[in-house]
């Protein structure tokens, strides 16, 4: 169904400096990138680390734009000039007015954290439909609505193409819309303008100081979910929460920012969400669930303790919610994995290969410390360090994957358009500190080459690791994108082994 809405009631709320042309239209749809202009759009000059939006007007306005919104102050000709100070703010609010403030008509789950976001939101949204609730889910691998999946634009995407989907999540009566909050988008402010329920905080490590610069003001970009819930303590009849790690050493600065009831869940500490009796295994976690809501044993197929705080987490947002812990128990029994994420590849072969996301030292560390609990031969661990990227990280990942793996194979995973080598030799100096080159690890560039390599030398009972990139599908070097999946790779060369084996 189009939408159309005067341009006057769009800026009714807005903060402007200037504005030079007619605003007694209707406007058709909007757009941040200029090749996706239609007529009677309006187009929001972005600024970015590479181009600046500011330099496409003339195309936005060829190709039909009806008003540009933007921060300098240019000469525009055929179109309506809109100048305000923070084209990022204008456009999130013009996006919640254009989709008659979708998140108002929904219950809107919003999970951050360095690492465990996507299982987390995968776990909330597998549960809320165990209970027979209409869902919606915004997210890494995945956005669907009532089960359609529709592609996949970022973690979290733009205001336009957010509030785009939760009007579509509104239109077919979906209930709970749960979504991945980066910190790039609250940082952005893409997510300014969606009403909060319910916000989540997985853990808080470091990751992304090529954006945020340091650790204070990535934990600050985070924090901005929790003071977004508002200074209402309800929506509609329901009440809002927040739901925070007590084992996460950041517990007590997000707790302060949080503006409603906090719920807490965790393992060590005290928490209102516990695990007790924990029995992690090679296929899973068994454990005693002890809260205000009640006692229940619980069965995850879903191993590490990683996973165990993911399920904590969606588990408070589903007690929260009023869902039984029966259904919560019977939903978590019922997930048998996430893709890319300790995703186990099993083709009949008689060792372990677990592809998983990893790409920060926290997550090398959580799902190369899982193994070795289990681990009956060797651990063979395949990764690499993106490009473009926190620098920082590439001789801790080194050294992570050095302490915990038999041997290492350094390969590439996203060079996009620094030079593969640079970042092998970045990460091989933390590396060199735990193995010996030849001995204790090689450097394989060609990401298949290395998969095949990692899969020749286990032996039966061995793990191998590969690390990095999980679901994703495609591999990024400067100015283009190949195709490249780390699961379908590690088939292909299983199979071959397998093949050749008979």
């Not at 042309?21 to 187009?43: C, E, K, M, N």
Request: charged share 25%; proline share 4%; net charge neutral.
């Amino acid at each position: 169904m189009e939408i159309a809405m005067d341009l006057r009631a769009l800026l009714k709320y807005l903060n402007i400096i200037k504005v030079e042309g007619p605003t007694d239209f209707p406007v058709r749809g909007l757009a941040y990138h200029s090749s996706r202009v239609q007529p009677g759009y309006i187009f929001f000059c972005l600024g970015g680390t590479r181009v600046d939006g500011h330099e496409f007007i003339h195309q936005a306005v060829d190709a039909g734009a009806a008003a540009v919104v933007m921060e300098k102050d240019l000469d525009i000709f055929g179109a309506t000039k809109i100048l305000v100070s923070d084209v990022r703010i204008a456009m999130a609010a013009i996006s919640e007015i254009f989709y008659d403030s979708p998140s108002k008509k929904l219950r809107v789950i919003g999970v951050t954290g360095t690492n465990g976001k996507t299982t987390t939101t995968y776990l909330i949204e597998a549960i809320m439909s165990a209970h027979n609730e209409k869902t919606g889910l915004l997210g890494t691998i995945k956005y669907k609505i009532n089960g359609d999946s529709l592609p996949v634009l970022a973690t979290t995407p733009e205001a336009p193409d957010l509030q785009r989907i939760l009007h579509k999540m509104a239109e077919r009566k979906i209930t709970y819309a749960v979504m991945e909050v980066s910190s790039h988008a609250l940082e952005l402010n893409r997510v300014s303008g969606c009403d909060f329920d319910i916000a989540v905080i997985t853990n808080i490590t470091g990751d992304h100081y090529d954006f945020h610069k340091n650790q204070e003001r990535y934990l600050s970009a985070k924090a901005k979910l929790f003071s977004q819930l508002g200074g209402s303590f309800l929506k509609g009849p329901l009440p809002r929460f927040a739901v925070l790690n007590r084992d996460d050493p950041h517990f007590e600065y997000l707790f302060r920012h949080s503006t409603v009831q906090t719920i807490s869940y965790g393992i060590r500490n005290p928490a209102d969400v516990e695990a007790k009796n924990i029995e992690v295994r090679e296929d899973g976690i068994s454990f005693l669930l002890c809260s205000p809501w009640g006692t229940e044993d619980i069965l995850l197929n879903l191993t590490g303790y990683f996973n165990l705080y993911n399920a904590l987490a969606a588990v408070s947002v589903a007690l929260a919610e009023g869902v039984p812990l029966a259904t919560i128990k019977g939903a978590l029994a019922g997930i048998r994995g996430v893709p890319g994420r300790f995703e186990r590849i099993d083709l009949g072969q008689d060792f372990l290969v677990i592809v998983d996301y990893a790409h920060t030292p926290d997550g090398l560390d959580n799902i190369l410390q899982t193994a070795r609990g289990f681990a009956r031969g060797k651990i063979i661990t395949i990764f690499g360090c993106g490009g473009e990227r926190d620098r920082a990280k590439r001789p801790e990942m080194g050294r992570i994957a050095g302490t915990y793996s038999d041997y290492c194979i350094l390969t590439s995973d996203n060079p996009r358009g620094e030079d593969p080598w640079q970042i092998i030799r970045e990460v091989e100096s933390g590396l060199r500190e735990k193995k010996e080159t030849g001995r204790g690890y090689t450097v394989q560039p060609n990401r298949y080459e290395a998969i095949k390599l990692g899969i020749e030398l286990a032996r039966p009972h061995d793990i191998v690791i590969i690390a990095g990139k999980g679901h994703e599908n495609y591999q990024i070097f400067g100015d283009y994108t190949i195709q490249f999946s780390d699961r379908g790779t590690a088939e292909e060369i299983i199979r071959n082994r397998l093949k050749n084996k008979v």
